[in-house]
């Protein structure tokens, strides 16, 4: 599956944004999709993720502000990303892997597609 990431760019912090991971090649059913922020010098950090099963998991430091969910209609998996602060400064990745169920989302090297990236930078 190919994966094409959307929505990102410069918000103010306390603003929104909406991310879009799109899929060509084949539909999201049966993958688990999740997504990655990477800064300079930094590992790639899980940020959510949506099982295969219907459960969606979440990274600490989002929990409350973030939500993933599947648009079926579009084939796509979004981030909707809420009261944003200036440490979610990162360049977002979107990942998949086929028959993909997990209770806690997945370390990077289990995803086999990736997305490009899309830039977040929040201002104080």
């Known amino acids: 599956v190919q994966l094409v990431e959307s929505g990102g760019g410069l918000v103010q912090a306390g603003g929104s944004l909406r991310l879009s991971c799109a899929a060509s090649?084949?539909?999201?059913?049966?993958?688990?999709v999740a997504w990655f922020r990477q800064v300079p010098g930094k590992e790639r950090e899980g940020v959510s993720c949506?099982?295969?099963?219907?459960?969606?998991h979440y990274a600490d430091s989002v929990k409350g502000r973030f939500t993933i969910y599947r648009n079926y209609a579009n084939n796509a998996v979004i981030l909707q990303m809420n009261g944003l602060k200036p440490e979610d400064t990162a360049v977002y990745y979107c990942?998949?892997?086929?028959?993909?169920?997990?209770?806690?989302?997945?370390?990077?090297?289990?995803?086999?597609?990736w997305g490009v990236g899309t830039q977040v930078t929040v201002s104080s």
């Open positions: 990942a998949a892997e086929a028959q993909l169920a997990f209770f806690s989302c997945p370390e990077p090297e289990v995803f086999g597609s």
């Open positions: 090649g084949s539909t999201f059913d049966g993958y688990g």
């Open positions: 949506s099982s295969a099963d219907g459960s969606v």
